[in-house]
């Protein structure tokens, strides 16, 4: 019995020996690096977010960081910029104007009597060509007892102005894009459903469908050519509850070329709308409206979308990426 337990003894001296021959020494084994609490460290931190202003309703603008807040002119709405970035079209009181990107006196673009265009109501959604000649929108009027949502293009800054399409009756043309060349503008049609169209800026051919069997579009969208590939890709906002955000590879003429591809966008509410490329077509921005104990409130995200980071940057809706860096 003595013996054995100085056997038992002599197992347990050499076990620990072997384990305090295997811990730190010039011949131990280091294990994997862990942190101070024994777990692994935190991963790096996403990169920031490239250096740019947006623009967004109120009429404010402010820096891609979050930071800068700055107000233009109170009470815009519908903002876009310049593709030089030195000016601002947006909405006020029913009709556009146009603001330097600093701030100043607001010079009106449109009025209600333009020549060429039915009388307007309201014009909407301004978006500036790529050449800095033109800009496309929305107008509203009443005609035969029925409600027309047209998209209209005029060049700037008081130049003549061409209806693109018709505005119905039966559907309402909204929202314009250009196409990154300058040649097309694409918009969303509401009628019964609710898809993009293309249609010739020029006003020549009749506008077409760029995705047939698409009827999830709620409008808003931004086209993106990179340079490097020749790719075009929109972006777009989508009414179903799993693709509130989408990217659909085009081509030159806005036909799709593939399926809609969703963004990931953080799930915090089913109302993601204005998305804007940055210059380098790696990011988006956009707005969303997430519900809280003291109601809707409308916040501004940046997402990276190759690594899906998010990026919470501000409270603007509407918003419009600086084509400037």
């Known amino acids: ?30 294990g994997p690096s862990v942190g101070t609490a024994g777990k ?13 202003t947006l623009v967004g309703n109120g009429l404010y603008t402010i820096n891609t960081n979050g930071t800068g807040k700055t107000l233009l002119v109170a009470g815009g709405f519908d903002p876009c910029w310049s593709p030089d970035g030195q000016q601002v079209c947006f909405r006020l009181n029913n009709r556009l104007y146009t603001v330097p990107h600093s701030g100043g006196t607001p010079t009106q673009f449109t009025t209600g009597a333009e020549p060429g265009l039915p009388g307007g109501n309201t014009d909407y959604l301004p ?9 496309a929108f929305k107008r509203y009027w009443v005609e035969g007892g029925y409600n027309r949502h047209a998209i209209v293009v005029k060049e700037w800054p008081s ?18 894009t250009w196409s990154p060349d300058g040649q097309y503008v694409l918009f969303n049609r509401f009628q ?6 293309c249609v010739a800026a020029d006003g020549g051919g009749q506008p077409y469908l760029v995705k047939a069997d698409d009827s999830s579009v709620s409008g808003t969208s931004d086209w993106y050519r990179d340079a490097a590939s020749g790719e075009n890709w929109i972006v777009y906002s989508s009414s179903s509850s799993s693709t509130e955000l989408c990217r659909l590879q085009v081509d030159a003429a806005g036909h799709a070329l ?31 409206e997430e519900t809280t104990k003291k109601g809707p409130v409308t916040t501004t995200y940046i997402l990276d979308v190759a690594t899906s980071a998010l990026y919470k940057v501000g409270d603007l809706g509407d918003v419009d990426w600086s084509p400037v860096p």
């Open 127 to 135: 978006a500036w060509s790529p050449d800095g000649q033109r800009i």
């Open 40 to 52: 692994p460290p935190p991963p790096p931190p996403p990169p920031p977010v490239p250096a740019g």
């Open 258 to 288: 593939g399926s809609p591809i969703a963004l990931p966008n953080g799930g915090y509410s089913s109302y993601y709308r204005f998305p804007s490329w940055s210059p380098d077509g790696k990011f988006v921005a956009f707005n969303n």
């Open 192 to 197: 019964g459903g609710s898809r993009l169209f």
């Open 159 to 176: 130049g003549p102005a061409r209806l693109l399409t018709s505005g119905g009756p039966g559907f309402r043309d909204e929202y314009p």
């Open 1 to 30: 019995m003595r013996q054995m337990t100085r056997v038992l003894i002599a197992l347990c001296a050499l076990a620990l020996v072997v384990s305090l021959c295997g811990c730190g020494g010039s011949g131990g084994s280091a």
